[in-house]
């Protein structure tokens, strides 16, 4: 049994059924059918489609951000700005798609040869619930316009949104099985997801997820010889340098910290602040986190509601429970309230080194750990001591010193003066514990595509 549970009230919302096994059968068979006529399409019937899904999403960009705020919490204001990024990455695909995969020649001693790129064919997508359609849309939108079909397992907490996508697919002319969906229970999902790995008529996975996931989507993919794409979260630094602009540093910082109530595997999570500007900077920067205003998701005017689920809330409260227990000094927050909701107010946190919890990792809420060193280059070392490497921030009033230590940090995306977010335009992804591969752009189109090498001599 699924359910979405409204994190705001605690009740449940809707149940379904899993998926039988037959069930499961006959979406991976349609998936694999639905390949064979879709790579055959011409790209602008594909980008037709795309842009039919565009006009979809926009002009139902209200009602799905109501769902999101009625599944998961998301604020309905940030819900909409989500909609409106899966509208722009649709739109993004369907106008460059066909150029970024156009055939390449190349001289070489051949009489004629070239590269050239085919889809895989169906692609196996596991999805989670913080950011319910983006991070989706983000895969699907280049996958499909690769010519590859997909089959979604979302996290079970969002059903109804994973419903509402597979709809909007339909809605738009997609082949049917194109867009295949399974529902599957989450004490049930390690066995559903090896047994749709491993099948042989399903040509690739991509998981976007916790590092756990990552590890038994990994070993599966691997032991079957797939190609797999991995976005495992991260825990982002922020660097302040003492030429920094403190007042905008610490609004874009807090703002970083703040999108979809902390949830966010791009959010700045350690900032790591030049000593002499530290006690002015955590002045600017708990004054912003103070600014937020918490509350019912619907409400347009609400920066944070409450957290997806109690067990996440219970989660990050331990993190700075036993930071606090191991030396931090919590400056604001740190306490649950007693009114209903899984709410968790904004936490800022200093004194944070190495051992604890919300240094070392992942802390998916909203909590600010701030670090206070001597230097740049002990800043550039704090932050480089992680094993993940997601994003990462720096601001300085010398944008040839942000570009420096932006090239010496250990990351997927480094930004300076500003803070890191995902653009259809550029590639997203990371290294070490935050995953491989790369999604949107030109790269994250090819990843699931084969780069054919076509040799032709005269005979």
């Known amino acids: 049994m699924l359910q979405s549970i409204n994190p705001f009230t605690g009740k449940v919302i809707r149940s379904w059924n899993g998926h039988t096994p037959d069930e499961i059968e006959n979406t991976i068979d349609k998936a694999a059918r639905a390949f064979r006529v879709w790579r055959d399409t011409g790209m602008d019937k594909r980008a037709d489609r795309l842009r039919n899904l565009a006009y979809l999403l926009e002009s139902g960009k209200h009602r799905l951000a109501v769902e999101m705020a009625s599944e998961m919490g998301k604020p309905v204001a940030q819900g909409r700005s989500e909609i409106e990024k899966c509208a722009w990455v649709c739109r993004y695909y369907a106008e460059n798609g066909s150029g970024i995969i156009a055939k390449k020649t190349r001289e070489t001693d051949a009489d004629k040869c070239y590269l050239c790129y085919q889809p895989l064919g169906v692609i196996f997508a596991i999805m989670p619930w913080n950011f319910p359609f983006w991070q989706f849309f983000r895969f699907a939108a ?100 003492e030429d920094a602009d403190l007042k905008h540093a610490a609004a874009e910082t807090a703002f970083s910290r703040l999108i979809n109530t902390g949830q966010n595997c791009i959010a700045s999570k350690r900032f790591i602040v030049v000593e002499s500007v530290f006690e002015e900077f955590l002045e600017l920067l708990t004054n912003e986190m103070e600014a937020s205003r918490m509350g019912d998701p619907m409400d347009m005017e609400v920066d944070l509601g409450p957290m997806a689920r109690y067990d996440l809330r219970d989660s990050i409260h331990r993190q700075v429970m036993e930071s606090i227990e191991l030396g931090a000094e919590l400056i604001m927050g740190g306490s649950i309230p007693e009114h209903p909701g899984a709410f968790y107010p904004p936490a800022v946190l200093t004194g944070c080194r190495r051992g604890m919890p919300v240094f070392d990792e992942e802390t998916f809420g909203p909590v600010a750990a701030v670090c206070s060193v001597k230097n740049e280059g002990e800043a550039v070392r704090l932050a480089n001591d992680t094993p993940y490497g ?59 595509m084969n780069c054919k090498t076509v040799y032709i001599m005269n005979g």
Do not use: W
């Open 142 to 241: 280049p996958a499909v316009m690769a010519g590859n079909t997909f089959i979604l397992k979302h996290s079970p907490n969002v059903t109804g949104c994973a419903l509402s996508i597979q709809e909007l697919f339909r809605e738009a002319g997609f082949l049917d099985g194109l867009a295949g969906l399974i529902l599957t229970p989450a004490e049930e999902v390690p066995e559903v997801s090896r047994r749709i790995i491993t099948d042989e008529r399903v040509k690739a996975v991509t998981l976007t997820g916790s590092g756990r996931a990552g590890e038994a989507v990994a070993s599966e993919a691997g032991s079957a010889i797939k190609k797999c794409v991995l976005e495992l979260g991260g825990s982002d630094p922020a660097i302040i340098l």
């Open 390 to 448: 997601l994003g990462a921030s720096v601001y300085t009033r010398d944008t040839r010193r942000g570009e420096k230590i932006a090239l010496e940090l250990n990351a997927g995306a480094c930004f300076v003066n500003t803070f890191v977010r995902s653009d259809p335009r550029l590639p997203f992804g990371g290294i070490g514990l935050s995953g491989f591969g790369r999604e949107l752009s030109r790269n994250g189109m090819l990843e699931f």
